[in-house]
């Protein structure tokens, strides 16, 4: 089992930058496929980035692609999302997510349901 915490939100302007770190605790998280989710108020909770376990493919939603960039620095059981060019809608709730590895899984996930340990979640607010 493996537990997450999100931290590194906060209130920016648009056009500003933000880096979201997740820190693991509990098993190694190289184990792990990991993703970044988001939650605005009234909205369903929308997949952002995703990382498999080895750091090697990442892929990012529509809205993202080119701002934000996944990592992983698995020593330090840690995944960051480095947010560049924010803009009002991305204001939401952050959440890292974990997915547990199997043999030689190199994919990344996109839907919530596909991962088992999820973060409390950071809150991202962006002003216009």
């Known amino acids: 089992q493996v537990q997450l915490v999100e931290s590194g939100g906060g209130l920016v302007q648009t056009g500003d930058s933000l880096r979201l770190s997740c820190a693991a605790s509990g098993r190694t998280l190289s184990s792990y496929a990991m993703g970044w989710f988001r939650q605005a108020p009234g909205k369903e909770r929308e997949f952002v980035a995703g990382?498999?376990?080895?750091?090697?493919?990442?892929g990012y939603s529509d809205s993202v692609r080119g701002r934000f960039t996944i990592s992983r620095d698995n020593a330090k059981k840690t995944v960051f999302l480095q947010m560049n060019s924010l803009k009002p809608e991305d204001t939401a709730d952050y959440y890292c997510?974990?997915?547990?590895?199997?043999?030689?899984?190199?994919?990344?996930?996109?839907?919530?349901?596909?991962?088992?340990?999820w973060g409390q979640g950071t809150q991202v607010t962006v002003s216009s």
């Open positions: 990382i498999n376990w080895r750091g090697d493919n990442t």
């Open positions: 997510a974990a997915r547990m590895g199997v043999g030689f899984d190199l994919r990344y996930y996109t839907a919530p349901h596909e991962y088992q340990y």
